[in-house]
């Protein structure tokens, strides 16, 4: 049939949820504790507007929660439910692209290095446990790649220590990680001095997040690590 132009936005909306829904691996949770999907469905339709007007289309509608979720089942079917979301690997490369470019390439000799390695952390995670609200990917690629820049000396360990710890306790977890090979050591060459500022708001812009939100991502990395360790050390008993 003829393409219905005025159910645009609230297809976007519908994409938009399948896609916050899906990232942390929580299925059929509530709109309310979803994305503003309201706020997303007006903006869409303001933007729009102009084009519904000129095809003749009428005004946006109200939509309500059961339509959305409607909407959302309709293109769920229609796709096969093969719904195809980032991974926490293909974070890491986005996240390593904007940052090269942030650095203009300084430290992407290390960094690749450093991301061969992490990128085995990143696959052992993804079979210990399944996304979640806790262990989102994206998050979890926040944290990965943190600590991928510490291997990559472009970052020192520190930088990256959490509110909620002290720094003692923050270097005792590093170093656990990689007494029990969970992480590299870092590279022989010490992080360049000075640098750390620039690098701290290369890899918050690289990921978009500021930089308590990254050290928490970062420790939920390194205690998903940890915790797998713990885990395999239950099973091998």
Not at 24 to 37: A, E, F, K, T, Y
Not at 101 to 126: H, M, N, P, Q, W
Request: aromatic share 6%; charged share 20%; proline share 5%.
């Amino acid at each position: 049939g003829a393409l219905d132009l005025n159910a645009l936005p609230i297809a976007c909306a519908a994409l938009l949820r399948i896609s916050d829904c899906a990232d942390i691996g929580v299925g059929n949770r509530p709109l309310s504790s979803s994305i503003d999907w309201r706020s997303w469905y007006t903006l869409l339709g303001k933007s729009l507007e102009p084009m519904l007007r000129d095809q003749g289309s009428s005004p946006l509608p109200d939509v309500t929660s059961d339509e959305l979720v409607s909407q959302e089942n309709t293109l769920l079917v229609a796709l096969d439910w093969q719904f195809d979301l980032p991974s926490i690997k293909s974070w890491l490369s986005l996240f390593a692209k904007r940052f090269h470019i942030a650095t203009e390439d300084r430290f992407r000799e290390g960094l690749e290095k450093a991301s061969r390695y992490i990128d085995t952390r990143a696959a052992s995670l993804v079979m210990w446990r399944p996304a979640g609200a806790r262990n989102a990917p994206r998050r979890l690629a926040h944290g990965l790649f943190g600590l991928s820049l510490v291997l990559a000396n472009a970052l020192p360990a520190g930088e990256l220590c959490p509110d909620h710890i002290t720094s003692v306790e923050w270097h005792m977890l590093m170093e656990d990680l990689q007494v029990h090979a969970l992480m590299a050591p870092p590279a022989e060459a010490a992080p360049a001095v000075g640098l750390s500022e620039s690098v701290v708001k290369a890899f918050s812009l690289s990921v978009a997040a500021d930089l308590t939100d990254l050290r928490a991502d970062v420790f939920l990395a390194v205690w998903c690590l940890r915790s797998l360790l713990a885990e395999a050390s239950g099973e091998a008993h």
